[in-house]
């Protein structure tokens, strides 16, 4: 049977019409194509471990979270550790549990973690670094919002090595060990100071970063120690004002008979530079809190972001400390 030209140009036709309604039919039209719904800042759930209350500089890192969540109408899971790792890895299994969207935590120190941040991933609840980093592999977490503790440690090395003229006895109030800015600041410091050998820290102890302890390890290191003590490196400003009672109570003048270089730059930083006790602080800036929400909504959403948002930052002086103190938000 032969079929004529004008048949068989409509049979072609006839069978693409097929296998095109075809195909439409089988595909689901975009609506019932399951996407997972984009979150907003109102749908948003975020698990924030706070580490404790232990310096001025904690207490405007948790104001700042506060506040953004309270302006963001974020809904947050606030924990406070008392300092204490194994709180914060309590407070991280309760936010899994609650299957918060997004996980905040600041490390009290940089070990330990593995275990429950594996238990969160497992959970496919992100966590975010803030402020300090954690000992852990880079695929543990999303990404660390906070300062580079090595470059403020290096910062406060030169102007150590400006205010003691290159040689004297330093002593070194350390953070808490093992934590993130305690290892930056150590090691930050020796890099510049090591230059100089008639430089020598003469004492490394903890103060743990409250004014208290501060206090306590430089009666101790006077005592010691005494007018040979030239300078002291304060891994915070809670520590250096603990230890300027110190000196006073010893009978010296801090800021003068033994310089002072600390970290932070907090507050009560600037009013012990305009008393002539302190003679420079570095910067470390605890507002996080907006940034912060910026990159759990981002998470949330899937969306890429930095493994490191680092914070910037620079170093105050007695001459500004005046002129500053009334702009400064903590
Ligand atoms: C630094 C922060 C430190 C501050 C201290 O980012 O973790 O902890 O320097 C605070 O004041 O206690």
Redesign the pocket.
């Known amino acids: 049977m032969r079929i004529s030209s004008t048949s068989l140009y409509w049979l072609v036709i006839l069978g693409y019409l097929v296998i095109f309604t075809g195909c439409a039919a089988a595909a689901p039209s975009r609506e019932f194509i399951s996407e997972k719904p984009t979150k907003d800042y109102e749908d948003l759930v975020v698990g924030f471990a706070q580490i404790g209350a ?2 001025e ?2 207490s405007a890192n948790t104001a700042s979270i506060k506040e953004a969540a309270d302006q963001l109408g974020v809904e947050l899971k606030f924990s406070d550790a008392q300092q204490k790792q194994e709180n914060q890895i309590k407070a991280v299994r309760s936010f899994i549990a609650q299957q918060v969207d997004v996980i905040g935590i ?1 490390p009290v120190v940089e070990t330990g973690w593995r275990d429950v941040f594996q238990e969160a991933k497992d959970a496919a609840i992100p966590i975010i670094l803030v ?2 980093q954690a000992d852990v592999p880079d695929n543990f977490y999303v990404t660390y919002i ?2 580079d503790f090595e470059e403020e440690g290096r910062r406060a090395g030169r102007i150590m090595v400006n205010l003691l003229n290159g040689q004297g006895n330093i002593v070194e109030l350390v ?1 808490t060990i093992n ?1 993130a ?1 305690a290892n930056g600041r150590y090691s930050g410091f020796r890099q510049i100071t090591g230059d100089y050998p008639d430089m020598k820290i003469i004492a490394s102890r903890s103060g743990d ?1 409250t004014r208290a302890k501060g206090k306590e390890v430089m009666d101790e290191l006077l005592k010691r120690y005494g007018a040979d003590i030239d300078a002291i490196y304060a ?2 400003d ?1 520590m250096a004002i603990g230890a300027i009672k110190a000196i006073e109570e010893y009978g010296l003048k801090p800021g003068q008979d033994i310089k002072i270089v600390s ?2 730059a907090a507050r009560l930083a600037f009013e012990a530079m305009i008393a002539g006790k302190l003679n420079a602080t570095v910067e ?1 800036n605890p507002l996080l809190g907006p940034r912060f929400f910026e990159l759990a909504l981002k998470v949330a959403n899937g969306e890429q972001v930095p493994k490191w948002i680092k914070s910037e930052e620079t170093v105050f002086f007695p001459d500004d400390a005046a002129a500053t103190l009334p702009t400064r938000k903590y």
């Open positions: 232990e310096s500089w904690r600041s402020d300090r906070g300062s953070g934590s800015p970063f891994h915070n809670d970290v932070d470390c």
